[in-house]
C-alpha cells in the first residue's frame, strides 16, 4: 500500500495522493512506470512524501496535515498564490495550478537518463558491428565475465517476474545495466573500442579484440532493452529503433541468436533460462574479487584524500586457491584503481602506515598512505559499528515470530548477512591486533 509522509493511506477524498498525469507531465510516464515497478515491495507499505509544484518558479512546498485540503497556497520558494485541487476554475485561472508531485519519481528519471546516455555513448561505437560466430570459452576475460552477468541476469530476472516480485526483478535489471553494463564493462572496454579509430597502425589482435568487444556489447544492449521493454517502453522503443539502424545483425551465432524484430514490443523475450553457453561461475568469482580490491582501493584512497590520479602501492592477501587467477588479471586492478605496485599473496603483515579494509576474504592493504593512530581510531570505530549490527540481527533472528513468519528467503538472506558480519568483526580483530 502506498502512503503519504506522513503515514497516511492515500486517498482522493483526503486529496493527499498524486495525480498520475501530473507525474507524467514533471517526469515522464517511463520515470511513472520505472518507480512503480521499484516500490512494489510485496508486503511493504511505502511511503510516498506529497508536494505542490509551484506553476510559477516550479519550486516545491510540502503538503502537510494542516494545508492538503486548501484551496490556494502560497509557494514557500517564490511567495506567489497558488491553487490546489480543490479550487475552482476561477482561482485556478488567476493562479495558476500547482502540480502535485513526488520527488519519489526521481528515482525513476535518473535511470531513464542513465539509459539515454549509456545507449547514446554505445551508438557512437557500434557503426559496422560484426555479427560473426565467436568462442565465448576464448574471449578476453571482461567479455566472458559481462556475457555471465546477463545470463544470471535473464534467469534472476524472469524468475521474480514469475513470482509477482516486481521491485526484485527491476532491481536486477538496473544492477546488470548501470553497475555490470556501464561502470564496469564499458569502462573496461574503452580503449579496445577507440583503439582502432584513434591509434594507426593498430595490429590485427587489437582489431579482433575491438571488434569482439563491440560485439559484445551491441548484444547486450539488444538484451538489455528487450528486458526494460515492459517497464520504461516509450525510451526503449526509441533507443530501439536507433540501434536496428545502426547495428541490425547483433547477436552470437551458433550460441545465442535473437530474433531480429523492428519493434521493441514485438520483439522475442529473452529464454527465461538463459543461454547455458553464457554460463561462467569461475570468471563471476574472478571478477567478485577484481571489483572488491578495486571498490577497496578507490574507498581508501577517498577516505585518505588521496589524488585519483596518484600511483599507489597495494598488497591483497587472498585465499590460496583466488591468488593465480587474481595475479593473472592484476592489470584490470591496476588500470581502474591507478595501482603502480600490485602484490597478490596468500600471507602478509600490515605494511607500517598502510590504510586497510576487509571486503569479502580479501584483505587489501594500500601502502603509505595513513598513520598508524589513524588507522587504530579508523578500526575501532568500524569495529563498534559491525558490533551494533551483528546484535541487531542476532535479536531479529532470535525472535521466533520473526522466524515463523517472514518468507524462507528472508529469514535466510538474513542469516548470510550475519555471516558477513561475523566474518568482517573477525578480520577487523585481526587488523586491530596487527596494529598492537
Partial sequence: KILDGRGEGMSKSKGNGVDPL???EVYGADAL???LADMTTETQDVRMPVEYRCPHCHGLTPQTASNMQAKALKCQPCGKMFATQWADNDAIKQHGRALMVSDKFEIGRNFCNKLWNAARYAFMNLEA???????????PPEDRWILARLNQTIVEMQQNLGEYRYAAAIKCLREFFWESLCDWYIELVKPRLSGGQEEAGTSPSR????????????FCLDQVLRLLHPFVPFITERLWKQLNA??????LPGVAEP???ELAILAEFPPAEGWSALDDPAVLELFADIQSVTRGVREMRNSNKVPPKQPVTVTVKAPADHIDS?????HIIKELANVEDLRVVADAKRPVDSASAVIGGLQIYVHDISDDEAERRRITKELA????????KESKLANENFVKNANPEVVQAERDRLDDLQNRRRALEGSLAELG
Fill in 33 to 35: 512506470r520505472y518507480t
Fill in 259 to 261: 530474433a531480429a524484430s
Fill in 385 to 392: 559499528e559491525v558490533e551494533k549490527l551483528i546484535k541487531g
Fill in 326 to 330: 587474481l595475479a593473472r588479471h592484476a
Fill in 22 to 24: 501530473d507525474i507524467i
Fill in 207 to 218: 582489431d579482433r579484440k575491438g571488434a569482439e568487444a563491440k560485439q559484445v556489447l551491441a
Fill in 246 to 251: 545502426i547495428a541490425p545483425r547483433r547477436g
Fill in 129 to 139: 558491428v560484426d555479427c560473426r560466430p565467436l568462442d565465448v570459452k576464448v574471449l
